[in-house]
């Protein structure tokens, strides 16, 4: 029997959050308003606010508010909802390239969280459907371009919570030597293999954090220290390993 996707619920603050996971993909959601700071994650990111709206703010630009918005992997920004909302994240293979960032209309947004079955996050405790999410996305955006069967493996093996094995060992696993690997992951999505190797990190750390201290979820997930996952998720996510389970974000250096 298959185990079932890592997910979980809490009850902080007067605050609802939640995490769930897959292969593939991962939603965060959180019950209030927030706002991290510039960041680039290695996937993509797909805000989805239940009543406000999205902003996404770049370095030179002036900032864009939507009813949702996609925001492609790479891309140095910061961002903010102004009301309850919920957060996909998928793997670079997952989307077709190229694509933005998009802003959603309202109605997009709405059958997005139709499909995750969570139009609210009211602490009902159903689990995502991430599956059809997906499905559902994939008619906004078009389906993805086959990639490489090896570049697929290597950003599988690095970006799924748990073990994961070094980049000569899944080269070697593909046939490559590593730097060739590294070099066709790398042109093939846009992302360094290095990077999306602590992703994987990022959410298995994430997966554990309800019931453990932020030290404790590092080392379970390979991270040297919780200063390394604190500045891990700082650069991936804008804000706190600590201010996941806590919310909502704020991106303030005094957190922990």
């Known amino acids: ?53 999205a902003l996404i703010g770049r370095e030179g ?93 290597a950003v599988r093996c690095s970006t799924l919570p748990g073990h994961h094995p070094s980049i000569p060992a899944i080269a070697a696993e593909v046939g490559l030597s590593a730097a060739r690997l590294r070099t066709l992951v790398r042109t093939s999505v846009g992302v360094p293999l290095a990077r999306l190797r602590r992703w994987g990190r990022l959410r298995a750390a994430i997966t554990v954090l309800p019931g453990r201290s932020v030290a404790a979820a590092a080392a379970e997930a390979g991270f040297a220290d919780q200063a390394h996952l604190t500045r891990t998720a700082r650069d991936l996510l804008g804000r706190t390993p600590l201010s996941l389970t806590t919310g909502p974000a704020s991106g303030g250096a005094g957190q922990q």
């Open 1 to 53: 029997m298959l185990a079932p996707p890592p997910a979980w619920t809490l009850e902080r603050n007067d605050r609802r959050l939640l995490f769930a996971a897959d292969a593939g993909m991962a939603l965060f959601g959180e019950s209030a308003a927030s706002r991290v700071t510039r960041h680039r994650h290695p996937v993509w990111k797909v805000v989805l606010p239940v009543d406000g709206l």
């Open 61 to 153: 630009r002036r900032p864009v508010a939507a009813a949702g918005l996609i925001v492609p992997p790479e891309l140095a920004h910061t961002c903010a909802a102004s009301s309850a909302y919920l957060a996909l994240f998928l793997d670079p293979t997952l989307l077709r390239p190229g694509l933005g960032p998009l802003l959603l209309d309202s109605a997009s947004v709405r059958r997005l969280r139709a499909a995750l079955g969570l139009n609210r996050i009211d602490g009902s405790g159903r689990t995502p459907d991430l599956a059809a999410a997906y499905a559902e996305l994939v008619t906004r955006t078009g389906v993805a371009p086959s990639l490489d069967p090896r570049v697929t493996h």
